[in-house]
């Protein structure tokens, strides 16, 4: 199959494509570079070290034998979205490339503005590149867990039955987000759904909980083809998070109860759930909702697996004043069948795999920057940019 | 009561600001002539002449007595938006400042980005000026019954109880919009929503059904001070299209079976509705939606009422091919109790409304364009803007 990877130099981007690439498919990649950008403009940096792209993509070539075509470049610039779809002729395009951090889109009003647009406007450019050069092409599109938010009833797979003074009808469920990130997910999932609708489209929307783990089964093959791992408070995901604090000494954090609970997987599964997705294509006209992940757990429940796992001593910190503006205690209980259905057989959260994140956190104890771990991006805040910036102190602002 | 109106050159944003003014409130608008860009786009006009803003606000002092501010720009411009609310310091604002038309969103893949642009990061950066500057400034913001889409089960007020596997919640209700335009104004919702709970907001969603009428009691005071009134393809609303092809002999153009049906409202009512809204505030960080309409009707027993009324001949004409993607017959009972509650009384689609629109149509019948009236935009295609621009036959592309 022909597929392009969007953001196919990014943390799951990347190893989809090696994934991809391994198992035959002809693979292109498309990014911007914005992740890296994210990096400059926060000081930090991945905890493991990643190679630049072109660099990977040769060390891949060396390694598999296999090609991975490369196109740098915005898809909210139509033109070169329109271009690449063109060139490449995709039987399927797996979109990773949006703005992925909730912090990152809570940070001031042009982080927000930013995110829904990059999201949503390149992924309006994307339908529309689909739709005129081939509309049989699958669309294979991220989207979160978080766009359900917490409600009080049982989450399903984007549809929901309701029976209402005596009628029925299947429905969108119900979308309560809880950042600009999420809500740019949420925006981008009506407007695919319309696109199959009117265009015929045929669609996957991915609803993924937070991912963990760091090396796959391609990446491993050689350090040049990790792929990144990120513990700061922007982009830092929460296990990996928890591994770093354990390795440098820093309680693990947890904000006020640690109830907030959320559905996880390992990024192997993220791999093999994407590769499910495609193999077993949309029809035409189809606009489906696949829940990704494969256990939930709060917060706290997450902090105490990793403490019990690390050799030393850990500590678990409540921080008092929550950033977000969420439910700390909550009913939780999403469906996610339809991938196993498919044939996903999960990795599930146990020692071995807590142990080698841990492994992988204490390969680079060194490169933690421990400045960068706590949370800096309000929710309740509407602060302009400069003063408040999470990536810079500035000297007449220290009281932040 | 200090009133900021957004879109305060439009169709119904000038007639709402003279309605504010007459009643005693400080009433300042807001406007960057989009609207009446459009018309220059699409070789098209009001049909009623309507004076430039400057003008109407001179004549509206002469008549009234009462001043009103007007300042232009736009909103997707941050540093605009925030130092208006600044400036003027408002205690509500009334958005009606977002690009309305679904075809026009519809007509390519820039119209479509152009629209989710326009009027969601418009409308985002005015939630953060409202946040930074005074977060008790009431948003009134106009939304669409579009929004819900055609359910196969009563429309209710923007939320929803939901009994689900022995579980309940009240959910914000499912949405389906038709176009890219109606997808807008539920991203809007969403954000809207988020930024009450996060930011202790107050804001009324006022979900708007199809509006028809011209005249109010204020622009009735004088011709200079008259709204526009549209009835070309792209947008005209249906009513007022029809009263239109009416007194110019054209038939009444239904699409497909005519059952689309739709709630509908009185020019007159919607200015009663926002006043009441502006009246009786959202509370602090509340989200409430209003279903802004009176009555439901068929576009098939609309096209009926207006021949029926017109004296002359008058034929209705069913258009085989539906430009849109809809349902032609379906279920519809939309909830529209609140606004009632809270005192409205409609004004209906009688006879004397009608004979009253069909009236200013037949005044200015001379400066109908016939060619204008006719659908132009095919929800189907996605063609680029170039030859199937709606506005301009391209002398290679006659068979468009």
Redesign the interface.
Known sequence: MRILVLGGDGYLGWPTALRLSWHGHDVGVVDNFARRGYDLEMGVDSLVPIAPLPRRIRRWREVSGSAIDAFVGDLTD?VFCSSVIERFEPEAVVHFAEQRSAPYSMI???H??YT??NN??GN??LL?AI??HDPSIHLVKLGTMGEYGT????IEEGF?E????G???V??????????YH?SK??DS??IA?AC???GLRATDLNQGVVYGQETDETGLDPELATRFDYDGVFGTVLNRFCVQAVSGHPLTVYGKGGQTRGMLDIRDTLACVELALLHPAAEGEYRVFNQFTESFSVLEMAQLVAEVYPGTCRIEHVADNPR?EKEEH?YNAAHSKLLDLGLVPHLLEEPTIKGLLTVAERYRDRVEPHAISPTVQ??R?A?ALPSHPGVELAEHHDR
């Open positions: 139509p001031d009003r042009a927000a503005v829904q647009t949503v406007m309006l450019n529309y739709a005129e409600p009080n009833i049982d929901i309701i029976t209402h003074k009628r029925t009808d429905l969108p469920f119900p979308k309560q987000p809880g950042s600009f809500l949420v925006h009506h407007n319309f609708r009117i265009w503006v009913y929710w309740r509407t302009s």
